[in-house]
């Protein structure tokens, strides 16, 4: 019984150290990379955020205009901060971020989605002008309008002459 209780306290103390292992030198090295928003549509602007980043350093992507530059900023996490531009025709679908600060370069896959353009129907947004459709349709509530205020007019004549 002393045995399982000692081994047991001895586990317990091995997976407490070797959890807070990584987090004690995740800051030596670019880590938590984020970026916001994470679905964003083509032309807008993306915030990177990333630990471990004591020095600056720079984001790189496919949906990039251009490197993203990271600044660090004040805090115990050694932050960087920086903002890209998605360019105009990124295709839509994830793309991955490739952070290098400190001479260390780390990969998120999939950190964020560019979304495409919406692509609508016919309807009403033709631009040659009216098709034989739309003409067919006009010309015969026109016609209806005729003849409906044709009867009606009949109608009216022949109310008087009683």
Same mark, same amino acid.
């Given at each position: 019984?002393?045995?399982?209780?000692?081994?047991?306290? &001895?586990?317990?103390?091995?997976?407490?150290?070797?959890?807070?292992?990584?987090?004690?030198?995740?800051?030596?090295?670019?880590?938590?990379?984020?970026?916001?928003?994470?679905?964003?549509?083509?032309?807008?602007?993306?915030?990177?955020?990333?630990?471990? @980043?004591?020095?600056?350093?720079?984001?790189?992507?496919?949906?990039?205009? /251009?490197?993203?530059?990271?600044?660090?900023?004040?805090?115990?996490?050694?932050?960087?901060?920086?903002?890209?531009?998605?360019?105009?025709?990124?295709?839509?679908?994830?793309?991955?971020?490739?952070?290098? @600060?400190?001479?260390?370069?780390?990969?998120?896959?999939? &950190?964020?989605?560019?979304?495409?353009?919406?692509?609508?129907?016919?309807?009403?947004?033709?631009?040659?002008?009216?098709?034989?459709?739309? /003409?067919?349709?006009?010309?015969?509530?026109?016609?209806?309008?005729?003849?409906?205020?044709?009867?009606?007019? /009949?109608?009216?004549?022949?109310?008087?002459?009683?």
């Amino acid at each position: 019984m002393r045995n399982t209780r000692a081994l047991a306290v &001895a586990g317990a103390a091995v997976a407490a150290l070797g959890l807070s292992a990584p987090a004690a030198v995740a800051w030596d090295t670019p880590s938590n990379i984020v970026a916001l928003p994470s679905v964003i549509a083509r032309g807008g602007q993306l915030t990177i955020t990333v630990d471990g @980043c004591r020095h600056g350093g720079t984001a790189t992507s496919n949906a990039f205009t /251009m490197p993203a530059t990271l600044s660090p900023v004040s805090g115990a996490k050694e932050t960087a901060r920086g903002t890209a531009t998605i360019r105009n025709n990124a295709r839509p679908g994830p793309y991955d971020i490739t952070v290098r @600060c400190d001479g260390k370069s780390l990969t998120k896959p999939q &950190a964020f989605t560019v979304i495409g353009g919406v692509r609508g129907g016919i309807g009403g947004s033709s631009t040659t002008g009216a098709t034989p459709t739309d /003409m067919a349709i006009g010309g015969g509530l026109v016609a209806a309008a005729l003849v409906g205020g044709g009867v009606f007019w /009949m109608r009216r004549r022949a109310e008087r002459s009683v």
